[in-house]
């Protein structure tokens, strides 16, 4: 393999790996809803801004970053009780129109309490690049794959091993069997909305010393994660990570060897692509409901 060619394929994991975080928001809400997040862009541009406040107030980095992911999170639960369960009888095209109100509300939001002006944080490890057959890495990259890495075998884990977990399968699978059992939709829901604002808080942190963080940032990866979610199927969590990790070396390999000016048409062309010849992605359901 040529240093070149690994070199692109090491920029498109560490890319992929943020993309598969933020997917796996769209999935995981998408399964106990069937409704499609487009706020979840703005959870990682809250990540991201909230943890440059907090370091800039003094807090060292991993106080902040976990400060950052719950005051995210709360953000997350917020959207779910005050928007979405007020007019969780409405269609899901109503649903899914709050949710892109709540993305540019969030938006305009980030502009007052900060700056329109780019942030950065500080590498978690040093920014030496370490070589790799030829190719460098910076650590930060590393820190990327591997918290993703973590964070999809502690969703595997809870979602197979806990009750609330399990719960929040059997509602994906069957509502009306679901709360037969005793199981509070309601409550699965709440609890996926914060869990996926503190998926997109945790890939906005991780992504910020690399690719810097502003008010606006989550627009354009929240599409692409989107776009990720429906490459790899729309409610499946391996779907999710195969999908963000399978855009991002495209997008990286499309930059290398053609033009990087292309990069950003690769994702939303693949989304395009899927939608009409493949609806249910590459692990998700094969059926398609009309809305």
Same mark, same amino acid.
């Given at each position: 393999m040529s240093p070149q060619l690994l070199q692109y394929l090491l920029s498109g994991l560490t890319v992929g790996a943020i993309y598969a975080l933020v997917a796996l928001g769209f999935s995981i809400i998408y399964n106990a809803s069937n409704v499609i997040n487009f706020a979840q862009g703005e959870f990682v541009m809250i990540g991201g801004m909230t943890t440059v406040s907090l370091i800039a107030a003094g807090l060292?980095?991993? &106080? /902040?970053a976990l400060l950052a992911i719950a005051a995210t999170t709360l953000v997350g639960l917020a959207l779910e009780k005050l928007a979405v369960e007020r007019v969780r009888s409405e269609s899901v095209v109503t649903l899914i129109i709050i949710t892109i109100g709540a993305s540019i509300l969030l938006r305009g939001l980030a502009s007052l309490v900060w700056d329109k002006n780019l942030h950065a944080l500080?590498?978690?490890?040093?920014?030496?690049?370490?070589?790799?057959?030829?190719?460098?890495?910076?650590?930060?990259?590393?820190?990327v794959v591997g918290v993703t890495l973590v964070v999809v075998a502690a969703l595997w884990w809870f979602f197979n091993r806990t009750l609330h977990?399990?719960?929040? &399968? /059997?509602?994906?699978?069957n509502r009306l069997a679901a709360q037969l059992v005793g199981i509070s939709v309601r409550r699965v829901l709440l609890v996926s909305f914060g869990l996926s604002a503190a998926l997109g808080a945790l890939a906005g942190i991780l992504i910020a010393p690399i690719t810097f963080t502003a008010w606006d940032v989550g627009v354009m990866l929240g599409l692409k994660g989107f776009a990720a979610a429906v490459l790899g199927g729309l409610g499946s969590g391996p779907g999710a990570v195969i999908g963000g990790l399978a855009l991002g070396l495209l997008e990286a390999l499309s930059a290398g060897y053609v033009s990087s000016a292309y990069k950003d048409v690769i994702a939303f062309g693949i989304m395009l692509a899927v939608l009409v010849l493949m609806p249910g992605g590459l692990l998700g359901r094969?059926?398609?409901?009309?809305v």
């Open positions: 060292p980095l991993a &106080l /902040a500080p590498a978690f490890s040093g920014e030496r690049p370490i070589a790799l057959g030829g190719a460098t890495i910076v650590p930060q990259s590393l820190w977990g399990k719960a929040m &399968l /059997a509602t994906s699978h094969r059926s398609v409901e009309r």
